[in-house]
């Protein structure tokens, strides 16, 4: 399936960001998840992009490998939109059991229908944008996570720039959450202003010089 976009470039000063947060909690419970993923969004409005958040979990996301409504009122349309107007995507997930959550599963099923979509220049729709992953959880595994993410977000054509990332463990065995106390909050902040600027410094390079189609 081709999408007819336009040709890739974007000034600036008009870069857009989507978090997807993976969350289980509906709105409006506090999401500890939320609270780190902040700290990377607000480094991104403080040098001029503009913010979109999605907590998934709210939505209607029926199963599928699609972009296309799987049955009536199937939300994931939506959010394909905003993915397509995004120089920037940051998917944010709890760790369970050492896993993505899975809210975060499902997001990826669906985004794997931008695979057969293509711009008017025939690169795949995720080409010449960047994604990143922000975790937390009062377990360990936040390294597992993050690879699963990225893993899947590369198979899709998004470039993942180094260190592009920041997590919050509490540690071996359960204890508080993010929110709730514990130590690395510092770490974990300052992991996220990084990850912001090294998102913003890739999307702007790749807007300068974008990626071409695939040589066939």
């Known amino acids: 399936m081709a999408w ?13 960001a989507l ?9 409006p419970e506090p999401s500890n998840t939320e609270a780190l993923f902040r700290t990377v969004t607000e480094q991104l409005e403080r040098e001029g992009v ?8 709210d939505l209607d996301i029926a199963p599928g490998v699609v972009s296309e409504a799987v049955h009536e009122g199937d939300d994931w349309p939506g959010v394909h939109e905003k993915l397509l107007a995004a120089e920037i995507l940051v998917i ?4 369970w059991l050492g896993q ?10 669906r985004m794997e229908g931008l695979m057969s979509e293509t711009d008017d220049d025939g690169r795949p729709v995720a080409y010449n944008r960047v994604a990143g992953v922000v975790v937390t959880g009062n377990e360990d595994g936040a ?9 899947g977000l590369q198979d899709i054509g998004y470039t993942i720039p180094g260190q ?5 463990n509490q540690g071996p065995g359960p204890g508080p959450s993010f929110l709730e106390g514990g130590s690395g909050h ?6 996220g202003r990084a990850m912001a600027a090294n998102l913003l410094g890739v999307a702007r390079a790749l807007a300068a010089r974008p990626l071409g189609a695939p040589p066939q």
């Not at 510092?186 to 992991?191: E, G, L, P």
């Open 100 to 109: 993505p959550s899975s809210v975060a599963k499902r997001v990826l099923e």
């Open 19 to 27: 978090v997807i947060n993976c969350t289980l909690k509906k709105s």
């Open 143 to 151: 390294h597992h996570v993050i690879s699963e993410i990225t893993g």
């Open 164 to 168: 592009a990332w920041t997590y919050w």
């Open 50 to 57: 503009e913010v979109d958040v999605v907590r998934a979990v």
């Open 186 to 191: 510092d770490w974990s902040r300052s992991t």
């Open 4 to 16: 007819q976009g336009r040709a890739y470039r974007v000034p600036h000063d008009l870069m857009k």
């Open 92 to 95: 944010a997930s709890p760790t």
